[in-house]
């Protein structure tokens, strides 16, 4: 142990001197900026004055770009001197060699825009981000290379990993503080001793990241109080983190982190403000008073810390991650609220002014400006909004551009499809017995099953319900439409989606020749479909034997012409049952209010049309809409002012 210090120590101080060295040459110059690590003073120093941050997470991929500077200027008026963002690959990379880094996912505008709000920015690089997004913030076409092993140094995870950090690292360089930018620190990886103990691949990291951003920068890591998490996820010569949230023992945690970091400033890189909420249960709250009272505790122990989440935002589309694997599989809300100070919608909480007034008696607050800040913004509601039927899944069908055949089922993976729908068909060639029992044993994650296109069950992963008893004859179409309800963020993160493996009918027929269907329900293929049924000479009328057949319904609306219309709103769908909401070829993502907690969804101003044009919301309903229960088939929704997040859940 005593060798290990002493080596420890040395390892410390030539990188102290190197960094120190540095900062003295670079100091001789006019205007220089500096940004080190002084382990033997466990503090930073910037511009070689002592520092320490308080900041605050927030994702530029979770909140429409029309109002990031809004939330960044709220997040320096609570006293904040920093921010912190993942970065999300899949979002930048969505198909192989396929880059994006404009619109919604300009990161480099992202950052700009907290410089100008004089918030400097602590970025989490990953490559695996966890954040409660579809495989980690990873992209779904890594899992297309046969028996690839995600996090590890296996070099088919590495080569991709690679070729991302190389088109990524070199935008952020210019942006690091060193050079004029708002950026002090990186992360390497993302809770890493939660999952694995490659040392191989996060040194890798590690030295990919100096490779391309040099040895001046600040990288660290972030991993769970506990030593077991500690003890894989620490990365020799780059600074350690530890997360936890209110009520946890500061003392003992602080002691944890130094049981694996002799020296360096102590932090806490997710201080939980809320935390994750699925469908079907609870919604998670963190009281105020246990939450400030632990925060002081730290900022007392001289802590840098970073509160998580500041604003959660949103999940709009279909990035909503699920977690748990086989044994308890549950997906996450599409609202990523969190509890947060700066709820989904922008508003200020009593959270957010406790936190301010704490802040204040600790870091100076001399350049915050408060003035324009509107604690709660102005809502609207709408009339209630008929909804007009279009067409059922399968009168979709003739419209699909991508279908596979196949003797046995293949997984979204295979069919390269990211997220959305498959759907499975094939035609009974036996005399199955009545009932008979169709097993689907590697569903991934929830279906709906149709013989001869009429309504037979549902099949989930989440309710470990993987058998059906169906009524069917030789020669029966069977029809099984599998929704991804969100790749796993933790735990599971190497699973594919779709049916995985065999489907029998009474546990020996096994069902081979599948005819299956692309159904990725992304925003632009998705409109382009219904405007294809639409126009077509194709008249479809809603009928009685649609009965739990999932489809599609669409209106058109006006706002009316008041002051300052649009307003943030709410999207209520009661009397509906499960679905994805389109508004103005934006997908705000699922709604499920039959399952809660989570009942309305956010709607907000940029994705609505000022009048006199014309705005479009379109449901793909899976399960039930209010036609059953309307003699006219009238199927209404409506945009509300009251958001519910925390209601009644199904159990």
């Not at 080596?7 to 990188?15: D, T, Y």
């Not at 730290?298 to 989440?309: E, K, R, T």
């Not at 300052?564 to 009397?575: A, K, V």
Request: net charge neutral; hydrophobic share 35%.
């Amino acid at each position: 142990m005593m060798i290990r210090r002493l080596f420890l120590f040395f390892s410390i101080f030539v990188f102290v001197l190197v960094t120190v060295t540095c900062q003295t040459t670079t100091t001789t110059k006019n205007n220089s900026r500096t940004f080190i690590v002084d382990y033997p003073n466990d503090r930073f120093l910037k511009d070689g004055q002592p520092f320490r941050y308080v900041s605050g997470s927030i994702h530029y991929f979770r909140v429409p770009k029309q109002y990031w500077q809004d939330r960044l200027k709220k997040m320096r008026s609570g006293g904040l001197n920093a921010i912190q963002t993942y970065v999300e690959w899949s979002s930048h990379e969505p198909m192989p060699g396929q880059y994006d880094f404009d619109g919604q996912n300009n990161l480099i505008e992202f950052i700009r825009l907290a410089q100008t709000e004089n918030l400097l920015v602590i970025l989490r690089v990953g490559p695996y981000i966890c954040a409660e997004r579809d495989l980690g913030g990873l992209p779904f076409w890594l899992l297309r290379e046969p028996n690839i092993t995600l996090r590890t140094s296996d070099p088919r995870f590495l080569r991709p990993v690679n070729r991302w950090l190389e088109i990524l690292l070199p935008k952020i360089r210019p942006l690091l503080y060193e050079n004029g930018g708002p950026i002090i620190m990186l992360q390497v990886e993302n809770e890493y001793g939660s999952y694995g103990c490659d040392l191989n691949y996060t040194i890798h990291l590690r030295d990919k990241f100096r490779e391309i951003l040099g040895h001046k920068v600040v990288l660290f890591t972030t991993d769970g109080n506990g030593d077991g998490y500690l003890r894989c996820g620490h990365i020799p010569h780059v600074l350690t983190t530890i997360d936890f949230g209110s009520g946890t023992n500061v003392t003992k945690a602080k002691q944890t982190l130094y049981r694996h970091q002799e020296f360096g400033p102590f932090i806490n890189s997710e201080y939980y403000s809320g935390w994750l909420d699925y469908w079907q249960s609870n919604f998670n709250f963190v009281n105020v008073n246990p939450f400030i009272e632990t925060l002081q505790e730290l900022l007392d122990n001289n802590a840098s810390v970073n509160i998580y989440m500041y604003h959660g935002g949103s999940n709009f589309d279909f990035k909503a991650s699920g977690n748990g694997g086989d044994e308890n599989y549950q997906p996450t809300l599409t609202s990523y609220d969190y509890d947060a100070p700066i709820n989904e919608a922008g508003d200020l909480n009593e959270k957010y002014f406790a936190i301010r007034d704490l802040i204040a008696q600790y870091l100076p607050t001399d350049s915050i400006d408060e003035r324009n800040i509107k604690a709660v913004s102005e809502k609207m509601s709408l009339p209630p909004i008929n909804m007009t039927f279009v067409a059922t899944i399968f009168d979709l069908l003739p419209f699909l551009a991508n279908k596979t055949l196949s003797k046995y089922p293949l997984t979204f993976e295979q069919v390269n499809q990211a997220y959305g729908f498959l759907l499975y068909q094939t035609n009974l060639t036996f005399h199955p017995t009545n009932p008979a029992i169709l097993s689907v044993p590697g569903l991934r994650d929830r279906a709906h099953v149709f013989v001869d296109q009429r309504f037979a069950g549902i099949l989930s992963r989440t309710q470990k319900y993987f058998n059906l008893s169906i009524l069917a004859h030789n020669g029966s179409e069977l029809s099984i439409l599998v929704e991804n309800q969100g790749r796993c963020s933790y735990g599971c993160i190497n699973e594919h989606r779709g049916i995985i493996g065999n489907v029998t009918v009474n546990h020996k027929h096994l069902l081979i020749n599948w005819t299956i269907y692309n159904l990725p329900f992304d925003e632009h293929s998705f409109i382009d479909t219904v405007t294809q049924l639409l126009q077509s000479k194709t008249t479809l009328q809603f009928e009685s034997n649609y009965y739990r057949i999932p489809s599609i319904y669409i209106a058109n609306f006006t706002l009316p012409k008041l002051p300052g219309y649009p307003l943030d709103t709410f999207l209520q769908t009661n009397g509906w049952s499960k679905g994805v909401a389109f508004l103005n070829n934006h997908n705000l993502g699922r709604y499920w209010p039959v399952a809660g907690p989570q009942i309305t969804v956010y709607a907000p101003v940029p994705y609505f049309n000022r009048a006199p044009n014309s705005n479009e919301i379109i449901l793909f309903e899976l399960d039930e809409s209010p036609c059953w229960y309307d003699s006219n088939n009238n199927c209404q929704i409506q945009f509300v002012k009251q958001h519910i997040v925390n209601g009644t859940y199904a159990n």
